[in-house]
């Protein structure tokens, strides 16, 4: 791999190592040129991965604990509130707007897609607007209820 060009070498790291990501930190200290290549930040540590997990199984206490842990001023919160929108879990969305969420729109798609009107109601609340993108994921989803509280609240368009 020493005679791969910086280019290549870097496309195929990234996308290798999304699927090792606990290794990640070893394999940067490989040499001094994978280290260059590889931004570690761009990778999930051990405890990014049960903060997620956490969230999209709906376990509020853990999640928790996970966030006293390590300072998370740095990871997307953002993030983490939309695989709390892709199980349903409106508590564990309520606790990561406390920490300081403030982007909501994807979460609102990825609660159209998964049906859950619940959580669409608490993102709308919250200053969520892309109701017309929220639409594709519900229409992506076959989720009835939700397409039809999307255009009550004026989905009209469909982009793509």
Known sequence: METLPSEILAVILAQT???AS???PALTLVNKRWNALLPVSRFKSGLQV???LSAQQNHLSLMCLYYSWKSWKDYDLARMLTI???SGSCS???QIKIWG???FDWA???SAKGGYTDCMWQLKEWGATAFDWALIGALEGN???CIQLLKKWGATKLRC
């Open 50 to 52: 049960y903060f997620e």
């Open 101 to 103: 969420a403030t982007t």
């Open 22 to 24: 606990a290794s990640v």
């Open 17 to 19: 190592l999304d699927y």
């Open 84 to 86: 709390a929108a892709l």
């Open 143 to 145: 989720q009835f209820a």
């Open 108 to 110: 609102l798609f990825c």
């Open 92 to 94: 564990c969305m309520q």
